[in-house]
């Protein structure tokens, strides 16, 4: 763990406001209009107007051992007007250019959901919908992620809003300071746009991040107040975490040196959440160069601990057939693939033939995953990497 | 709309703190000992063990039309140890009151997965275990809420936690403060339990609640500083509200005296989230009576703002089959059958043959909704009760 530091970062507080532009903003801006103007400029010479989009396969992506991230490669695909099975995609992606830059520029944000809706309408002249449904929009808006290198984020856009955090930490959210370590048992509901221009860390004195599943468990930890007694942030991303929570985490690593350990159930869903959390999906490897967390630790709950901490079978939850082909699955992810004690974590388990939740560590007694089972695990650095 | 006042409520701050006993827990602890000791007064003087469960079914529940509340009759049912269909769940209702009243001793609190495993063991001298799986535990905790007269979260159980607050409103959660006005754009995450000796009100100038139903729209009127424009506090229960903003919706409305209007979707499942908001589901009909808000108000969506709003038919969903027939479901229960007005709101979505979400306005304007609709529907006061 790293040294018990107080930090104060150097950035200035929250210049962004509700409905005002973001630092990001003029670069997000001025790439939708070169790829606007691209297209513009090929269409008045008389040309075919074609755009590059990257491609986001398996086959274009790698994994770059030494850096441990995914990374995307070079491979583009060319998507033309003038092309009957391209045509209607390439309106959808000028399209929906447009309708991100309209929002950029009127510095407000959107769900998916809402751009959709702000992308659909009838093509002047016929019946035909600008968009089938809201799968075509994401999927194209995905494409602009890549075509422009923005995340996202930075083009307004946001995902489902999940999760909390309290501990050693003061952020500054849209110009509002917030003490982590004054937010009650409800805590701080973390935003969906994390981004340095709408979130700030002002003082932090945590040694780490312990983000746990679910908030059932988070509530024991707050409780509890271990974050108090082991100076940490406590987080919870209500099971899969949205992107606001990972990106978070990312930050939180990247900008205040923290280590992040996560405590999820021993099963392939935890595990699946641990791997998000780690490396993000193999099809967005882009967003996974500014989300993923490659150093994340996985504290438990592990195979062994049945034995460990001798654990009753009222613990146990049998693995069916669709957990044991999804836990052969994320054993082969290549992050996984080539680490010997993750891939004896997940046979040992197999062999098992039970899950066990976080919440099953109640057996022993309704403290003893906060004052017993990490705790120990801390001091005696015992996590998977 | 209530008048514009400022109000502090007279309650002393936080006396609680996690791990301290709270003010209900003596009586909540006296119910259980009375429980127990009833059982084994029985016991000991040699007569069979019976408890009195009251009677959970439609058919003990009648709707109070003065009142416009749920309530639970009379009628009991008798569990018997000595009885071989009895048995196992008169063992279940001992143990697993056995098992809150610890957990009320000990001042900690623990979500239903929990109290399960908490519960969960082998019982001596078989291979028999105490309980099949969690819904056994659910099942008998339900029954001990209304044995006891106590809310789950007074027995120190809580359900999942979900939503977030912001406005007019300043809150003291388990002695910290929090000034629901500075929360930036994540929001104060609500509690899963929310009573007065964890959560007290301070300070409120705010007028009235808006609750929405998705967090994407609860950022878009956070976004725009609805809250401050119209002095009223937001919430959002992501989707159908659990407990905690349940029970915060009806403190704030029973003791800040705050009108509660609902921003929900046009389809079945807007009308069951208004539906359990104000009234609670029929077979939990004694925590409605603690838990429901029969005076929330129903600003929209509404079925004639198709015609209204000038909509175009990009916001239309077709209602399925299944739609078609929870709608008239919902239309028949107690307090929307002799309801005109909303016997016209379904008919009038049922001719429609569409939903229409509330995300879909954005196809007017991204701020149609916070600068418009909202604004329009409150000055008018036009609204389904």
């Not at 406590?234 to 900008?255: C, F, I, K, M």
Request: hydrophobic share 35%.
């Amino acid at each position: 763990m790293a040294k018990k530091t107080t930090r104060k970062t150097s950035r200035t507080p929250a210049s962004s406001t509700p409905g005002k532009p973001r630092s990001t903003d003029k670069a997000t801006i001025a790439n939708l209009e070169r790829l606007g103007s691209t297209v513009a400029k090929v269409s008045v010479s008389g040309k075919d107007p074609i755009v590059d989009v990257p491609t986001r396969t398996l086959s274009n992506t790698s994994f770059n051992k030494r850096k441990r991230t995914l990374e995307m490669g070079d491979a583009t695909q060319q998507r033309e007007l003038f092309n009957l099975n391209q045509a209607k995609k390439f309106m959808q992606t000028m399209l929906l250019a447009s309708g991100t830059k309209e929002l950029v520029e009127a510095g407000k944000t959107t769900s998916l959901r809402g751009m959709y809706y702000k992308c659909l309408h009838t093509i002047a002249g016929t019946k035909e919908k600008t968009l089938g449904d809201q799968s075509e929009s994401d999927a194209v808006l995905e494409d602009l992620e890549v075509m422009l290198g923005s995340l996202r984020e930075e083009l307004h856009l946001f995902a489902k809003k999940a999760g909390t955090m309290v501990g050693n930490i003061t952020v500054i959210d849209s110009g509002d300071e917030i003490d982590c370590r004054r937010m009650g048992s409800g805590g701080y509901a973390i935003p969906s746009i994390v981004e340095p221009d709408i979130l700030q860390f002002k003082k932090c004195d945590a040694k780490f991040v312990l983000h746990v599943e679910k908030n059932t468990v988070w509530s024991r930890f707050n409780e509890d107040k271990f974050w108090q007694k082991h100076n940490c942030i406590l987080t919870e991303g209500g099971g899969q975490p949205p992107r606001g929570v990972r990106r978070l985490l990312r930050r939180l690593h990247d900008e205040l040196k923290l280590p992040v350990y996560c405590l999820l159930d021993c099963d392939p869903w935890g595990h699946y959440i641990y791997s998000v959390i780690k490396q993000g999906s193999i099809n967005l490897a882009f967003e996974s160069e500014r989300m993923a967390v490659p150093d994340a630790k996985f504290l438990g709950i592990r195979a062994l601990d049945y034995d460990r901490c001798e654990l009753t079978d009222d613990v146990q939850i049998a693995l069916n057939d669709r957990d044991t082909s999804r836990a052969k699955q994320i054993a082969a992810y290549p992050w996984f693939a080539q680490n010997k004690p993750w891939q004896m974590e997940i046979a040992k388990m197999l062999k098992n033939g039970f899950k066990m939740e976080v919440e099953s560590l109640i057996t022993k007694d309704i403290s003893y995953v906060t004052e017993v089972y990490v705790p120990e695990r801390l001091r005696e650095r015992d996590w998977l990497d």
